[in-house]
């Protein structure tokens, strides 16, 4: 999400580049000024304020206003010092974290030793954290090895294990005392939650919103913004309706078909770029008929990518050939070089003949009926459901869809009913074996076991060199593809929308997994 972009002519299948300046040249200078309240619109709800519990990426983004990890990922993606002012790998499989001292949580208590490792030792848990356990399951232990030093060691080397022990990972250290006193139960209506970052949360109401406040015992320069309300507006067209009527001062996930009219707005200015996401269909195998490679191939025929792009998301966005995207290759790739590499990717295109073919070969060749849903936060979702539905009806399958609320909706992926489900996956630490880790790895959604894959996930986990990482990833990928497992549709882009009131000092793709409320600034 840099803060502007301009459609820099078609890229292969129809997708669009974006072109980004910086958020000052963009908005103005920072006037210096603080802001009373800043007001954001949140295109859905949350049921709870801790990641761990529900770790959709609107969790995420929200989470960096309150919590800290070890480390924090700054707005190009780097590694940088959070609660963590130094740390060391004295062995592949050991990292030794020196904290700052004098560092308090909201409440006024300091922060030890003690409560990061009770953190992480909850993050390991998944009756406590069930939407991050899986990310530290090659934690073996997490020991206090100094008055502010801990040291974490690994079952095995896994060179994207840093960026973990962030925000954008499973890192979200919290006050041992308080998690005991409210029972585990953090992150609700009545316990709140307990952190280290620039504010505090005063109120939450999983129905409407929640209020923050600038921490008093933040340890780092105060924010510009001394409040920020959050709204949660799931319906598109009342959030349009806020923002017009200046009720509004930044608003995420701005709908791609309403992009002309939130433009049309005075002192709005929309900005959009490539967000790390990834959308594809994901396929159970466990569940008939898609325990089926040939069905299965014949819905991945049947999806017209290029169209949907230029479409349908009015060029917001690139043809995807993998689940990996192109700036998650950046450590070895220039983003034209990341695209030719991903599309080497074993991938199917739009061909209506072969998926024909395909339902024919199967053993449900008559047809069927299945039901695909989608978030209410994602209504370019629907649409490319709604045409995937208008293809695969003219080879005999019925495809029902249907809009539900985000929580619902992610509780479908994977439960061993829906067959075939969206994929919507925003990578936070941006390491390319983040999302084929989740989509192929142990515990997978689609109930899939391959040895071949499992092995070059393995390789790729603790190998050192860049290209060798994502060279085994490509091949994990395209065996996956063969058995079409997950069917890449298309990289994202986020349009973001701001008042002329506000601005987001360096806004990039990582802003909103970093302390990006520090960051919000009163343009000239």
Known sequence: MAITAVLAGCAKGGSSSPTATSAAGSAGADSGKDIDVVTVALPGSLSSLYPGQEAGILNYNVSNLFYQGLVGVDSAGKVIPALATKWTQPKPTTYVFDLASGVKFSDGTELTAKDVKFSLDQAKDAKASPGIASYMSNVKDVAISGDQQVTITLAKPDPAFLKLMSTAGAAFITSEAFWTKVGGKTGTSSSLVVGTGPYQVTSFQPDSGMKLERNTHWSGTAPKAKSIEIKFIADQNTRLLAAKSGGVDIAFNVPLDQVAQWKAISGERVVAVNDLSYVGLNF?????????????????????????????????????????????LAAAYTPQEAKEVLETVTHQSYDMAKAKAALAASSHAQGFTAELTYPNTGPQLGLAAQSLAQNLKTIGITLSVKEVPIDQWLATIGDKTHGVSFMWYFSTTGDPAEVPSYLLGEGNPSGYSNAQVASLLDQASQASDPKTRIADLIKAESIQATDVVNAPLWWGQSVTAFSDKVAIKNFGAFSFSSDWGSAIYAPQ
């Open 284 to 328: 159970d195998t466990r569940v008939s008929p898609f325990n089926d490679p040939k069905v299965r191939e014949a819905f991945s025929y049947s999806v017209d990518r290029d169209a949907i792009v230029a479409k349908l998301l009015h060029g917001y966005g690139q043809t995807a050939t993998a689940m990996m995207t192109p700036e998650s």
